[in-house]
């Protein structure tokens, strides 16, 4: 099973920017899906920003198309999320996560993972 490593979490005023690292141990095919989940307090977890390392359109959530951009660095294994032009309903736990998955599953937001990071904490205040 792969292992994940976030960082980059954060407090920030709204209108503001943070990156998100995930850092995946072992090797990543191209059968594999990695992306970023988040769950606000008394909310249900909802799937953010999804890609696939077989190649692809990137999936976003609708709340967060435009703003926020995932992307990838085969070289380190790691997977990216930048965050713009944030606002405070993007307040929530953010886990990394990864999958073997088909690319249309993958990028339908509705994959599910079977490793975890855990979690980075983003507060954007208003």
């Known amino acids: 099973q792969v292992q994940l490593v976030e960082s980059g979490g954060g407090s920030v005023q709204a209108g503001g920017s943070l990156r998100l690292s995930c850092a995946a141990s072992?090797?990543?095919?191209?059968?594999?899906?990695m992306g970023w989940f988040r769950r606000a307090p008394g909310q249900a977890r909802e799937a953010v920003a999804a890609?696939?390392?077989?190649?692809?359109?990137?999936y976003y959530a609708a709340s967060v198309k435009g703003r926020f951009t995932i992307s990838q660095d085969n070289a380190k294994n790691t997977v990216y999320l930048q965050m713009n032009s944030l606002k405070p309903e993007d307040t929530a736990m953010y886990y990394c996560?990864?999958?073997?998955?088909?690319?249309?599953?993958?990028?339908?937001?509705?994959?599910?993972?079977?490793?975890w990071g855990q979690g980075t904490q983003v507060t954007v205040s208003s």
């Open positions: 996560a990864h999958a073997v998955s088909t690319r249309s599953y993958c990028l339908s937001g509705l994959w599910g993972p079977n490793s």
């Open positions: 072992g090797s990543i095919y191209s059968n594999n899906c």
């Open positions: 890609i696939y390392f077989g190649g692809g359109s990137n």
